[in-house]
DNA sequence: CTAAAAAATTTTCGCGCGTAAAAATATTGA
DNA sequence: TCAATATTTTTACGCGCGAAAATTTTTTAG
């Protein structure tokens, strides 16, 4: 890189002696200009190490090449996956992906959506919160943006991707009453559609199969789900109050904790002969191989999440047609291990 | 909210009666006008749910309110939750954090870097990954614009916060060599600086203590360390070629993963009688409480970390004071769990 | 009540780039 | 070779706001 620094396009444009106009053109699609300019261009960038200012782009286009991106919680390694394989399909596509958290709070939610509107992005994917005053606002801006709603549907004709509770639960059910007792349901605190979702795929699963469906509620809210399951097996595991010595738990992160208690009050989990609990997960979370015993769980497809909320939300933004049908609804896959 | 859309700060500044000068000056700083003038604006914002265009603001400010964040992986807790406090502080400070991750690959590190330059940021904060080339860098941003590296010290004279290992890996060895057999030090890879002074420090403070150093070398490089310490354990505990029955790992990730691998082998951790092995880890992990047994650990102290990283930065821009010190060493604090 | 100080307004300019239209040049095919 | 086409250059304007200077209005102090 030479020493000169290159303060905008213009100068720019002088120092690789084309003008600015081409070297505009390039930078929204390289593809867009003759060859051996574009290697000219690309020499010369190579040369100077120029690359032109973001916020002067997006000043002036009339769609920008933002994604704006909210999620409930960028600390839990779901959505941080999820993110990950998102922000990488954005950037590979050209766009620049605006990750926001809203930290569980519904307010934080709402200015990151005010937010996403003064980025003028060209589309948002989004996993919202609970909170039904804000499912307006997401919608409002669904309806003035490209936009798709994940892992947590809002129950209106948003376009959404997500997993098929009713499946992956029903899975995991038929899977434990044919290996063992029928599960009782650690349930999750309402934060969302998908606790909702999943009691009822419970219920209804445990009812299909003839048996009496057991749901033990969450006794507070909040998102520290290892901290619920914990203390919830804290309670109920030394006095014997669990319907049946098999939990499944609403997600991965209170079986965590619900086994780092069995394991204190020294109940065995597992799926042997010689243990007094069988606990099951849902989301295949990235810390579900390492727990004590590993955890059985049903894996949410993360790859297929982001790519199908990312093709989508392209497809609505390039060539402006909405999916076919809105709702987006994917399998789950029963993963076993030693847990139940 | 009225149904009428503002556009601008003109629009604005017609509908609320104030002239657009004052409104620009509101909203860089809200105190700079005065109270009745102030109260007018804010009735109107909540009328019409204006904001201004976060990209026409930049563009032509002389120093921009915007602070970069760089980070190996988001997807790890340990980042994850510094990030939400820098985030949380920045935010209240006015500024607008913008959190890049490099997802531990020293390219996507630079082109972050790069990221940051044409964002024209006010300042930094920075996790470099460990690779030499991208530190020259770092370094040269440093000098460019106010920056605050964190976590991984690239021997230079940055200004840093980060935990002293030196400190917090002697309070461990120490604890450990009081209360039972002296540990062997499970390495991790060589990914910076962290890594490569834990084991020093770990080397150090067993000869202080008069035992003899056992590191147990990273068979593998990469970021995945609970695979590691699971693979390391799988590979190490049915042998017994554990010198010692104690194991102090270099980070809770790979202690999370030695111990999932204990549990598979049938032996039990923690510090019984009835126990076979000892393990201790390094950073207290938002999920070093959820392991099975509970995991003894050094907290890195995440509060203080982004607390010192974000005044130390915000005083550097705001009133171009570098600190004193440039190197801030924090304590790390003994969480004795039940694994050791 | 008046002068001094503080705050708000008016005016004007420019940031770095996107974008459009017209003119000039280069490339392609027959 | 020349026309037809593709690409680049020239020229010109505007996006939404920050910022500075000069002026007017409001507030505070004496």
């Given at each position: 890189?030479?020493?000169q ?5 213009e100068e720019?444009s002088?120092?690789?002696?084309i003008?600015?106009?081409t ?9 867009s200009?003759?060859?051996s ?8 960038i ?7 200012n973001?916020?002067?782009?997006n000043?002036?286009r ?6 704006g991106?909210?999620?409930?919680h ?15 399909r ?7 992906a605006?990750?926001?958290?809203s930290h ?5 939610e709402?200015?990151a959506?005010?937010m996403?509107?003064s ?23 669904a ?9 947590n549907?809002?129950?209106?004709d948003?376009?959404f ?25 650690l349930?999750?605190?309402?934060v969302?559609?998908n606790?909702?979702?999943?009691r009822?795929?419970y ?21 520290d ?11 109920l595991?030394?006095?014997h109050q669990l319907?049946?010595?098999?939990v499944?738990?609403?997600?991965d992160?209170m079986?965590i ?10 109940l ?7 243990t007094a609990?069988?606990?099951?997960g ?9 727990t004590?015993?590993a955890?059985?769980t ?11 909320s990312?093709?989508t939300?392209?497809?609505m933004i ?7 049908s809105?709702?987006?609804r994917?399998e789950g896959?029963?993963?076993?291990r030693?847990?139940?």
């Amino acid at each position: 890189m030479e020493e000169q620094k290159i303060r905008n396009m213009e100068e720019f444009s002088a120092v690789s002696g084309i003008s600015r106009p081409t070297i505009s053109k390039y930078f929204n699609d390289p593809s867009s200009v003759r060859r051996s300019t574009r290697e000219r261009i690309e020499e010369a960038i190579a040369r100077y190490g120029y690359r032109p200012n973001l916020f002067a782009i997006n000043q002036n286009r009339k769609f920008t090449k933002n994604i704006g991106i909210i999620v409930p919680h960028i600390v839990d390694p779901f959505y941080a996956e999820i993110v990950r394989q998102i922000e990488t399909r954005c950037v590979e596509a050209g766009y620049w992906a605006i990750v926001l958290g809203s930290h569980g709070d519904a307010e934080r939610e709402l200015s990151a959506i005010e937010m996403l509107y003064s980025l003028r992005i060209a589309g948002a994917i989004i996993a919202p919160l609970g909170d039904t005053s804000v499912s307006d606002r997401i919608r409002q801006l669904a309806a003035d943006i490209p936009a798709v709603i994940f892992d947590n549907h809002m129950n209106g004709d948003e376009i959404f991707v997500g997993t098929d509770n009713f499946q992956s639960v029903g899975l995991m059910v038929d899977y434990l009453c044919r290996s063992g007792e029928p599960p009782c349901f650690l349930d999750m605190p309402a934060v969302n559609t998908n606790a909702r979702e999943r009691r009822e795929a419970y219920v209804r699963a445990m009812e299909e199969q003839g048996f009496e469906p057991h749901v033990i509620p969450a006794e507070s809210a909040g998102w520290d789900f290892e901290e619920l399951g914990y203390n919830a097996g804290l309670r109920l595991l030394p006095t014997h109050q669990l319907p049946t010595n098999t939990v499944l738990c609403a997600n991965d992160r209170m079986a965590i904790g619900l086994i780092a208690a069995a394991f204190e009050k020294g109940l065995r989990v597992g799926r042997g002969a010689a243990t007094a609990l069988r606990v099951a997960g849902h989301d295949d979370h990235p810390m579900a191989r390492f727990t004590a015993p590993a955890l059985t769980t049903v894996a949410q497809d993360y790859v297929s999440i982001a790519e199908n909320s990312v093709s989508t939300l392209f497809g609505m933004i390039e060539d402006g047609v909405r999916p076919s049908s809105p709702l987006r609804r994917l399998e789950g896959r029963l993963i076993l291990r030693a847990s139940a």
